[in-house]
């Protein structure tokens, strides 16, 4: 079964949560989704991010017994594995707008507990949702969502993998989300802002990985984007 | 609560106190591989040269990079025009990251992505 099917497959799963306001497709699918008829084809991961919002926690909790081919893991609740290998892992993630982007913390609940991750803070609506094979599916405006793993603080594997999503975002950037991105950067604070040319420089000096975008062609394209924060930093934070 | 989701949750602290304490050290010896990085981020292409040549260079009014100096031994890193780049005597290119022959190299001309 493609990949991409799997994807669309697990969305349709979950559509009822993608429902509600406010939940957003996040993650490692979203440059997937962004490709031209959502192709799919620039990240393969075997897992699906969902955003919910702290406000919207117990009306994605109703919705839950609606999901179909999914059931919560018994060691991680929060993660939802498939019954069919047709579907992608689904992943509850916490989102709180108001959050200082450095603190992430946990949401305790027995049927849904969600890790709440401070820089998904960054991570606003498209003011219009991806409409894919009859599917709604609401996703963040690609600026919020890339620095948002620009700023994230992982190591190892995990950690190049989220650069080079990242690096598929940047890759599906038009001009004006080029801008905002660099409008928020301004708004972060001199460590934030110190992680994200960070991560920049060692997204540079990456290798490929299998199926993830390359970074060796599009060197050019993340000096650009570090020359305007460069500028975009009057020194502050060097 | 969930021992899985504390555990991460965990983790997720501590690698960001690791972090604060980097960023603390920026300017310091810690910061050396960002300043390095950030150097190499701007280069589209890497040639390894003599010493000689990068002596050469400074003399024509090249300016080194100062994380170059940070460096034990010291590198010279020297942003030059590719056309200029391409006609050093001995110029190696080689792979723009932090790799075995850049790390060896004592001299090494960049080429800067165009703006």
New interface residues.
Partial sequence: MAFRDRLVATLRAVAPVLEEPGVLVVGSEVPNLLEPGAAATLVVSQDVDIGVPLERHAAVKEKLALLRGLRPSPEEPSVWVPDDPGLLEVNFVGMDSGRDLTETDLLEDERLPLLVFGPLALLRPAPVPMFVEGLTVPLPRPAGLTLEKLVTDRTGEKGERDLLVALGLLMLSKPEDLDELVVTYRSLSPELKHAVRSNLTILSMMKRHAQMPDPEPERGRVAALLSRLDDADEGGSR | ??????R??NG??A??AV??WE?RQ?HLSHGVW?RL??V???A?RAFVIPEVEAAKLLAEGYEPEPVGQELEPEKTLIFVPAERAQAIPGAREVD???SAPFLEARAVALVR???
């Fill in positions: 609560m969930s021992e899985v989701l504390k991460r949750l997720i602290r690698r960001l972090r604060s960023y920026r960002f990085r950030h190499l981020a701007h589209s723009v990251r932090l992505f165009p703006a």
